[in-house]
């Protein structure tokens, strides 16, 4: 008979954050597979938990999906925790879970510390609908895409970030989504937990103030500001006398607002455009 893969979340910090399931279980399997076999081991050490660990990552998921799954179908229980939080959420293990199903194995979540969660829940954006969408890419061509993708999504953004690329991507956010609200938070369930609120300029200034920018970043987006309905260049044109512009001055800023030449824009205007 086949055995069972536990999907154990493991604290995010604070090393308390764990259930009583969850060490329950760490204490009664065959072995736990783990990102980081150091990291692990404090977590096992400090709840006095004396089982082998075996290293289980990016970079060995393939190989090492296939062996331990070669266990569970010959009847072994297996942990997989990741290196802080919930397995599969930004870390590796769908690849075993895949292979655990197939070899007959069951496959049971044990519920517990997300970061994004967490995060969410505090930073005082609306938290639904939400859209999770890991790390943010470490390119800025593909950060600006997607950022550009996103643009008119309703849904509440949460991002995982680097902490020395928090302010490079705070700043495109402003930029590509018309600076929307947003909340950092560094740390979260550490003892130096910080959540930073407000449009996503006033946040890159405060830590643009900083020296550094140290420790687990988890960045929630607020709703982005609706658009405004685009304007022919005889609208813009009216909009812009309606706010003080002589005619001839209100022609040309709506020509470089479009990147038009001036000649361009007259002739535009002439024939109803």
Known sequence: MAGTLYLVATPIGNLADITFRAVEVLRSVD????????????LLDHYGIAKPVLSYHEHNEPERAAGLAGRLEQGASIALVSDAGTP????????????????????VPLPGPVAAIAALSASGLPPQPFRFEGFLPRKETERRQ??????????????????????E????????????????????????????????SEVLA?????ATVRGEITLIVGPRPARRP??????????????????????????????LPKREAYRLLESGG
């Open 146 to 167: 997607l950022l550009s993708r996103l643009r008119d999504d309703p849904a509440t953004l949460v991002f995982y970030e680097a902490p020395h690329r928090i302010r």
């Open 88 to 107: 599969l959420v930004s870390d590796p293990g769908y690849r075993l879970v895949r292979a655990a199903l197939e070899a007959g194995a069951a496959v």
């Open 206 to 210: 405060e830590l643009a103030s900083r």
């Open 230 to 259: 685009a304007e022919t260049l005889a609208q813009s044109v009216d909009r812009l006398q309606a706010a003080g512009l002589p005619r001839m001055e209100a022609i040309k800023t709506a020509a470089r607002e479009r990147g």
């Open 169 to 200: 991507s705070l700043r495109e956010i402003a930029e590509s989504l018309d600076d929307p609200p947003v909340a950092v938070a560094r740390e979260v369930t550490k003892l130096h937990e910080e959540f930073l609120r407000g449009r996503a």
């Open 31 to 42: 072995a736990v597979a783990c990102e980081d076999t150091r990291q692990t081991r404090k």
